[in-house]
């Protein structure tokens, strides 16, 4: 099940990124699960993750290894085993591998960045990796990104991936990024796992403000169960390689773009959500301040009985003001509040509008892509999130496998 | 479904209680909806009350009556109907029905409490109910307990209502409470809708701080879907009949038996949650303080991701870490961190015990009633939150019936 996710035929490469995947048979067999992502030489690399107190190993190696100034070459990545909650054996093994990428590649140990995702609790079986790193190394490629979006996948029913180009100066920009992610989304900082590439020249510092400004309006503000991964990692990258650096003029237009992928990417996430059947965007306008919006958006978003309303295509709006209701803000006025389903007015001045219909309801409720609008009357900022429907399905995934 | 849910076959009447209900169909058919609970003049009356902003127009209307000083003499509950989101319109449906009640047996309007639960955003058909009033009248009877336990249900699939009785310098007193509610439940100051009496006497002010301490950890550390209702209501009501008033020397003994209904009570309802197949307590020990304990039993608790493995029987530990991982508080070290599930231990010192077989964790999730601990090694605080599972039931209930 995924609502209305767009899968591309093909990717643009990056130039300066090069990927690649195999078999290693971590817990999945006949399919790859284990990948590699080597960047050019003094490429920008910025990273967020997840706020769990139980990070993941390769999420603290990954904090560690960013520390340092002679540059990411690296990133590892497998599926089926997140190598949380393992204690000290756990980031052993997290080391053992970037040790040994290192040593074949002839890079520093820390200019490699290790990635996890999968079963929680198990201890990762790093030697099978060890032993696959030469297979790993020669299968990289420019053209590999669509192999790699597959390899990185757990309970994802579909690759999730994106590219957009820019021309600057008669030059092409190319940005090109994948996530995979499914259940236990509502990143805090950041989702499961997200790699976006540019070619353009950005450094450090800059990278990092970028991507935490990309993030808030994107991969933060996405949830599918309100549960946060213990391996939530988003790296962006910036190779330099198209020749053009950021600079004062083409920024807006750079930024612009990459805040339209990290974007692209997060609705992705929650389009292919475990059980999905609606793709919900849920907007809050005129709200105190930006952290008042987004608190009443996912109040809704987390409710349980909107979800399972949305699922129903079942317009009990009530659910909806129940959801607000419960939002930890202060001061909230519902008497000033109006609330629309897609384009159908339900409340005005928190009163019930005589007019409405339940027929007018049950049309927006049909409807595979909902929109639900919140207006407090109560300031200028505004905040949306997106999520999906909580379905028979969900119920299924998550208790009749582990994940 | 419901987990050891204890349906009692009789109730203790309590002096200067009278109950009684009838068939109003505001919803239902054939099964009495409406009920009334006359108080003994000079009663002490204490109520809790839902923090929702959306708080239902009865909640506003109790909030009100109960500022009051002449004393409350009545309590009219309509099951069906939450009266919700009705904006003045609700609010004035409520005041009839008061007023109703307040004309037939010649009290003042606002010795007249009204309480609504059901189905959110639509408007009450108050005349319904008023025409009925002096019905309602002629129902009233000490013996009625059960009759309208059974009445104010929604969803839930059986009464909950507990009694207990204390002999004090050879009078007895007893205490018999009752509750509804089996989803849309995390209390914030109150569960859905709630009565208990007792014939003690104990004065209005002693009396709301006996029911403020009583519902921290009964109705206030209990969570099916982390939905918080619009008219979350409880009543603590003492008619002082029984000939004993609280003093010095009593009050350990009547306040320990009023606490022991609470928990009792508000436990019936995670007993009855709405799918419901595991009761499950979650105790964190050692915090820093109560509400840093309370945040991480609640963030495991709530886990859509660690319910649904409750439900699966699935010893899949690392979703515990997850939710704990994700609590929003500050610096927790999770490398002091112990878990166990019933009487084995997964984790200590953060790392997992390389002496657990999967075995012994299966067998823990096999039970009916499952405990999870969790010690954090960091202070002297603790509490208990319970819970239940997520399952295909609550879906079904949710998305194919509206409440």
């Known amino acids: 099940m995924s609502v209305n996710l767009t899968i591309p035929d093909s990717l643009s490469p990056v130039k300066g990124i090069r990927l690649g995947s195999i078999e290693a048979n971590l817990r999945y067999t006949n399919r790859d699960d284990l990948s590699l992502i080597e960047l050019a030489e003094g490429s920008g690399v910025a990273g967020v993750f997840t706020q769990s107190a139980f990070s993941a190993a390769p999420v603290l190696v990954c904090r560690e290894h960013l520390q340092q100034t002679e540059g990411i070459r690296y990133l590892v990545i497998n599926a089926g085993n997140a190598n949380a909650a393992t204690g000290e054996e ?56 669509i192999k790699v979006a597959q390899a990185i996948m757990t309970t ?33 900082m950041a989702t499961m796992l997200a790699y976006i590439a540019t070619d353009a020249g950005i450094e450090n510092k800059r990278l990092q403000e970028i991507l935490n400004d990309a993030v808030r309006d994107s991969f933060n503000s996405i949830t599918v169960d ?24 083409n920024q807006d237009q750079i930024i612009g773009a990459i805040n339209e992928v990290c974007q692209r990417l997060a ?23 930006y952290a008042y919006a987004k608190e009443i958006a ?30 930890p803000v202060k001061d909230l006025d519902v008497s000033k509040l109006a609330l629309w389903l897609g384009d159908t007015q339900l409340l005005e001045a928190g ?29 200028e900022s505004s905040a949306t999130v997106w999520t999906s429907d909580l379905s028979h399905e969900y119920i299924k995934i998550n208790a009749e496998y582990r994940s």
Chains 1, 2 share one sequence.
Request: glycine share 8%; charged share 25%; hydrophobic share 40%.
């Open 226 to 249: 309100s549960d946060t991964s213990t391996n939530d990692s988003l790296i962006l990258m910036a190779t330099g390689k198209s020749g053009v650096s950021l600079n004062d003029s």
């Open 156 to 188: 994802d029913t579909s690759m999730k991936a994106v590219s957009k180009s820019l021309e600057i100066d008669g030059k092409t920009i190319t940005i090109t990024g994948m996530t995979k992610g499914a259940g236990m989304i509502e990143p805090n």
């Open 267 to 289: 609705q992705a996430i929650i389009r292919d959500a475990e059980g999905a059947t609606k793709f919900v965007t849920i907007s809050v306008e005129s709200a105190p301040d």
């Open 351 to 379: 009163e019930p509008l005589e007019a409405y219909q339940e027929e007018q309801g049950q049309k927006e409720m049909d409807k595979e892509e909902i929109n639900i609008r919140i207006q407090l009357n109560a300031g």
């Open 90 to 145: 756990g980031l052993t093994s997290a080391r053992m591998i970037c040790a040994e990428i290192a040593e074949e590649t002839m890079t520093a140990l820390n200019s490699v960045l290790p990635f996890s995702t999968g079963v929680i609790g198990e201890q990762l079986p790093y030697w099978k990796i060890v032993e696959q790193v030469p297979a790993l190394i020669d299968s990289l490629s420019e053209d590999n990104w």
């Open 298 to 327: 996912y109040a809704v978003a987390r409710s349980p009985l909107v979800k399972t309303a949305l699922f129903a295509s079942d317009p009990n709006w009530g659910r909806i003001a129940m959801a607000i209701g419960k939002a």
